[in-house]
């Protein structure tokens, strides 16, 4: 900064201003930057005149700092993020979302809670710390009825974020354009002073971090005669000064910033959180309508990742492997196959690893990801568990049907955008954190093989007959046409109790010996002869009825039970026993 008196300083709180379509959410801001220009928080009429609202729904609102956040002069900057309506605000917001500090819902106090109402409370609770709830459209009710109709929705929405974070946030109600859009100016919105003082006391710091890679999202891009090209954006990370150089990554260009401006106001310095223009030279704006900035080097293209995830609440219906979904990184959404898995049994309980990927553990594979309403696998079935045992923690690869560039640690949400947007059902499924981006393309030569994710394996077969005290012959273990060969030396266990190892095929059919180093107990030896008693008398030669009568028989055959591990991307397809 220039030397002399220090400017009062300015701190700017971003305000997300999120709803259904056609709720008002754009008149609402138009509403409060109008007041704050005229109401001359340091906005005189003139920069009205210059259109106060930026391009893509930026605008801003000047207060005097209230008192919680701190001494001495200064201003309260509220730059409210008007986030477009419809199937687009996801993508849009989720790259808004990471920026915002603070939410206002606006709701159609005619309507109340609508789909997509819902889906920005979920963006909110993924990604933002506090909410005011606004209901607008007030002159909508009539007179005599107003009162007692606010009065009834604001309970409807109480008792809908009961089970929110926001259990409990102010709710305001508005009318920002009393008449709708065709009225003239001159009809005064209603409520919308007292929502400024709600906004100021909501605000808080926000805990900016000037450390790191500067990193912007850029959301407008236009060029200024005589000046150059003028990106527009929020900084998410990270900071910048005039002659620093910034990176388009998506172009691989690199840039010198020639000047920035906050609000109309030249800048010499802007850090995370703040809202900035910066103008570049020699840069054609049709290039880059939205996107990201950064130092260079920073960004990373990917072409999958892992992530650790959890299931939204309100969507309906299972998070199946193998499924495709949007999925939004930072300010990207292209389509993505899923993998989900969780930690070996043994660590389902494990303390949660913040931001970091173990690539030495061992991982169950799971054919969706588990919550309340998963069906129990065969191991907790077996271990007489008819409850889904939950892991504390449970991750994701995402293999990306095109490269992605996204910085690390980023949010991720997935969707299911080509559901129908008339019908009412969120299509947010989950949300998580980047761990680890794969760049290679050939990832899943290089890379892959190092992510142990096993599926457990379990086959049954059948004891068919006693060859002496250390051995048996086995049947139905494998198909007849399996190489029993690459089984041979696996353990396997008797439902008796025994334990045994697999010696080598037996004849043609699949059959095959087992060795029993401690030997058959003399019950299980009796359990087997009476069991072959009945079979030779059930007739000789004929198969079918011996396996009828082995089926009905009340002596219960001897099981033969083979576990074993095998890592979903091992090339050889080892069998893995512990």
Known sequence: MAAGSAPPRVLNVNVGVLGHIDSGKTALARALSTTGSTAAFDRAPQSRARGITLDLGFSCLRTALPPQLGPGPGELQFTLVDCPGHASLIRTIIGGAQIIDLMMLVIDVTKG?????????????????????????????????????????????????????????????????????????????????????????????????????????????????????????????????????????????????????????????????????ICVTQFDPKLLERGLICTPESLHTIHAAIISLKKIQYFRGALQTKAKFHITVGHETVMGRVMFFSPAPADFNEEIQENAFDFDKDYLYQEEYLSKDSKPSEENKENGQSEVQLPKQQWALLEFEKPVTCPKLCLVIGSKLDTDIHANTCRLAFHGVLLQGMEDKNYTETFLPKLKVYKQKHKEGQVERVMDDYSVIGRSLFKKETNIQIFVGLKVKLSTGEEGIIDGGFGQSGKFKIRIPGGLKPETKMLLSVASKKKSKAGKGDANKEDESSKNDSAQPVTITLLFKRYVFDTQKKMIQS
Do not use: W
């Open 113 to 277: 809670m609508q789909t997509q109402s819902a889906e920005c409370l979920v963006i909110g609770q993924i990604a933002c710390q506090k909410m005011v709830v606004v209901l607008n459209k007030i002159d909508l009710l009539p007179e005599a009825k107003r009162q007692s109709a606010i009065e009834k929705m604001t309970k409807k929405m109480q008792k809908t974020l009961e089970n929110t974070k926001f259990c409990g946030c102010p709710i305001v109600a508005v009318a920002a354009k009393p008449g709708g859009p065709e009225a003239p100016e001159s009809e005064n919105p209603l409520g919308v002073s007292e929502l400024i003082e709600v906004l100021k006391s909501q605000a808080y710091l926000p805990s900016r971090d000037p450390s790191g890679h500067f990193l912007m999202a850029v959301d407008h891009c236009f060029s200024i005669k005589g000046q150059g090209t003028v990106m527009t954006g929020t900084i998410l990370s990270g900071s910048v000064s005039l002659g620093d150089n910034v990176e388009i990554p998506a172009l691989k260009v690199t840039k010198k910033v020639k000047s920035m401006q906050m609000f109309h106001t030249p800048v010499t310095y802007a850090m995370q959180g703040d809202r900035v223009g």
